[in-house]
């Protein structure tokens, strides 16, 4: 409705908004009345972009959305938590992922004060970090929040926003695709002033470990709507195993979506408490038991499918379920990555710079 007709209603307090409502109507119409401007391929070609970063090498875009999730026991608030040190003082994430330096709000309507006190003092984080906290404010992800948001990261000089965890934020249906598209709209609107925002969400109840991207709980438009995509999974089965000090607790960081660039392929992550000190280590991630089993299935297979054409990801994982195998995408593109390092199989760029695989000849040589 226009200001003219809402004004007639008696919408308007006083003249001064009633006049300050058609200053911006008559703009915004002025606006929608411009034709839209193509841009010729020549032009797109030529054009030079910023480059890609990353607030964390490899898996945390810098001006992004990462939605980081797991179930409960797989410490994402901890290694969150983890993630606003190492970006607040320029370290190393798990000592080993590079980090760019920015101011950190977290904003948790999770956790409480204490909780949180207690993780970052075993983390021995210094207490001049410029990490900033919103504990238990009411923060919800509607359009009144969203502003306040970037009114103080921008007087605080705040580049990555942590909100833990979704579920406590969003008063959403979270199988409604319509309803999720919309709130990933809205976090668009902190990506693009620009923020990185990384979202703890979680697992369905089921867990995984053959493709972390299914196992997220709700809509798949929450996969559909970030940048990247981190699924966490503990190794241990013994709630012990993590309660208390002096334990440790090894959990799987599998990296099942990138937006710009390739996944990272699944590594382990070693949480070692003692005392009160929590220390992190990245090690290699060893296929064990049935999955060992079927990643060999996985391997034998993609070598058959390969043969005499190049295909890609999808088209691999296309063709494992028409012969009805039980081979998920997630253990296909592991099977490929070994495949690689071995020198059975290479890469290539093909349509929209997705990989498209090959058989390198392997005479004399063994699988």
Known sequence: MDPISEGDNGVW????????????????????????????LKELLSAEFPLIRFLVDGWLP???????????????????????????????????????????LYIDEDNGGRRLKEVFTQLRAPEELPIHFWVKKGFT????????????????KIGLVI?????????VNENDAQAIGGIMKKLLQLRDAPLTVLLIHHNRKTGFMQDAASDIRGSSVFRDGVDSHVGLQRLETNPEDFEGFGKEVSVVFHHSKSRDGAE???????????GDI???????????????????????????????????????????TRQKLNLSASILKNALRNLEDDGFVGHRNGKSNKYLYYLIKTEGKGM
């Open 141 to 156: 992800i509607t359009d009144k929040w969203i502003e306040k948001v970037l009114t103080y990261t921008k007087e605080h």
């Open 62 to 104: 810098a001006e992004g959305i990462t939605l980081l999730t797991g179930n409960a026991g797989t410490f994402k608030t901890f290694i969150a938590c983890h993630v606003a040190v190492q970006v607040a003082c320029h370290g190393a994430v798990f000592d080993e992922f590079k980090t760019e330096k920015a101011g950190v």
């Open 278 to 320: 929590a220390t992190f280590t990245r090690e290699p991630f060893v296929v064990g038991g049935k999955m060992k089993e079927k990643l060999r299935l996985a391997k034998e297979f993609v070598l058959r499918a390969l043969q005499g054409k190049d295909l890609g990801l999808l088209a691999i994982a296309t063709e494992a």
């Open 163 to 171: 909100i833990d965890s979704f579920f406590r934020v969003a008063d």
């Open 264 to 274: 990272l392929g699944p590594f382990v992550v070693r949480i070692k408490r003692g």
């Open 13 to 40: 307090g006083n003249a001064h908004e009633y006049d300050k409502a058609v200053v911006a109507w008559l703009k915004q119409e002025k606006e929608d009345a411009k034709p839209i401007q193509g841009m010729p």
